[in-house]
């Protein structure tokens, strides 16, 4: 039994009994567990997610966006939680590149994750209790099913696009791979067929961090009353400078003092990118759990499409009809344009038919949530293409 329906949004550290305000959550029972790739099923569980824009009678104008590691379905508009805007405001909406006067939008909250859908502060059904560590791991490919099962569930056989960055462009990845049919348009910004030894260290470290933490409880922190919030707010501390540039540190905060003229001679915060890395990692603890970072940390460690296909990635692709559109930025060094350049070739090796840009930025990978002039113009310019192709009309 599945039941879709509204709830409310709630800070991450809450259970999705409480679940989110904005949001639209897919309940499925007992009898339609997810398969996960760990070799257990997941049942019951839920997928909160938000619709923009309209599905037009044909339904066939559906753009499933996929989300970052520390994203969340709430793509515009202002967050429940955070007071803030939307993630990616800079594409999608009335008259931006992804058109919700054209197009109808679906953002899910990936599974594992913390703002509705379940993962390990979830109840667990067996215990009352939240899952902690005895939530069982997710892949991106799991992700992926369970969107799939979502869209099953509102009817949308075939996707006209899908479009991520980083964790959300692997979505799209696995996406063209594993329902190639569904998919008539795949748009993976900044991301890689897998994840590089250097991220999966950086990914530890973060982990560590958080495990390092006596309020961690050994996962158990939900249960007991405690809070990991220092070791969680160092993890995101140092996972945020991995998404910057040095020339962009540089240009925004150089050497200058925070609020003080010279140095303190102390360990307070001197310097302001000192005291932006700190604001950082305490605004992030408010609305995420630290388990949901291990877990979707590690989702995105294990992603690796050639390890499906004899260690061949073009294998993943061939004879895909999709259209692809790969973009990179120069400046990004978490997945840098080598990446790109390798899903491009397994693309065209697979007879993908494909296009790619390098964009020069020096935004670092987080360029690809920024108001980029480049960017907005070549996804327009790549879905206008793709909407003629499927002979969507112009505006709904």
């Avoid at 869209?151 to 899908?162: G, Q």
């Avoid at 140092?238 to 303190?264: M, P």
């Avoid at 990978?365 to 003629?388: C, K, N, Q, T, Y």
Wanted: aromatic share 10%; proline share 5%; hydrophobic share 40%.
């Amino acid at each position: 039994m599945v039941e879709l329906s509204a709830a409310r949004d709630v800070p991450a550290r809450h259970s999705e009994a409480d679940s989110p305000r904005d949001s639209l959550i897919a309940r499925f029972g007992a009898d339609r567990p997810l398969k996960l790739d760990a070799g257990v099923s997941l049942s019951p569980f839920q997928i909160a997610y938000r619709t923009y824009g309209a599905l037009n009678s044909e339904r066939s104008n559906a753009v499933l966006v996929c989300h970052a590691l520390t994203g969340d379905h709430h793509v515009v508009g202002t967050h429940p939680v955070t007071g803030k805007s939307g993630w990616w405001e800079t594409m999608v909406g009335p008259g931006k590149p992804i058109d919700t006067e054209r197009y109808f939008v679906i953002c899910p909250n990936v599974v594992g994750a913390c703002m509705g859908t379940t993962g390990p502060a979830s109840t667990n059904p067996k215990t009352g209790k939240p899952w902690g560590l005895d939530f069982p791991v997710i892949t991106i490919r799991d992700m992926v099913r369970a969107q799939a099962m979502l869209l099953d569930e509102l009817k949308i056989e075939t996707l006209f696009a899908v479009a991520g960055g980083s964790m959300g462009g692997m979505q799209v990845l696995q996406w063209a791979a594993s329902y190639p049919r569904r998919v008539f348009a795949a748009l993976p910004l900044a991301s890689s067929t897998r994840h590089s030894a250097q991220n999966i260290a950086f990914h530890e470290v973060g982990r560590q961090a958080v495990m390092a933490d006596p309020e961690w409880r050994q996962g158990r922190y939900l249960v007991e009353g405690a809070n990991p919030k220092r070791g969680l707010a160092v993890a995101r501390m140092g996972a945020h400078i991995t998404y910057l540039s040095d020339a962009a540190l540089h240009r925004k905060f150089g050497r200058k003092f925070q609020d003080r003229e010279n140095v303190t001679f102390s360990f307070d915060a001197d310097f302001e990118v000192e005291s932006y890395l700190r604001h950082q990692g305490i605004t992030f603890v408010d609305r995420f759990d630290a388990n949901s970072y291990l877990y979707l940390t590690r989702a995105m460690d294990y992603f690796d499409l050639a390890a499906d296909y004899d260690g061949v990635v073009a294998g993943a692709f061939k004879g895909a009809e999709t259209r692809f559109c790969v973009v990179s930025f120069t400046s990004d060094w978490l997945f840098p344009t080598s990446d790109s350049r390798a899903i491009v070739h397994a693309l065209n090796a697979g007879g993908a038919r494909v296009s790619f840009a390098e964009i020069v930025t020096d935004k670092g990978h987080d360029a690809f949530l920024l108001d980029e002039p480049e960017l907005l113009a070549i996804v327009r310019g790549f879905l206008d293409g793709a909407a003629r192709a499927r002979g969507l009309s112009a505006r709904r």
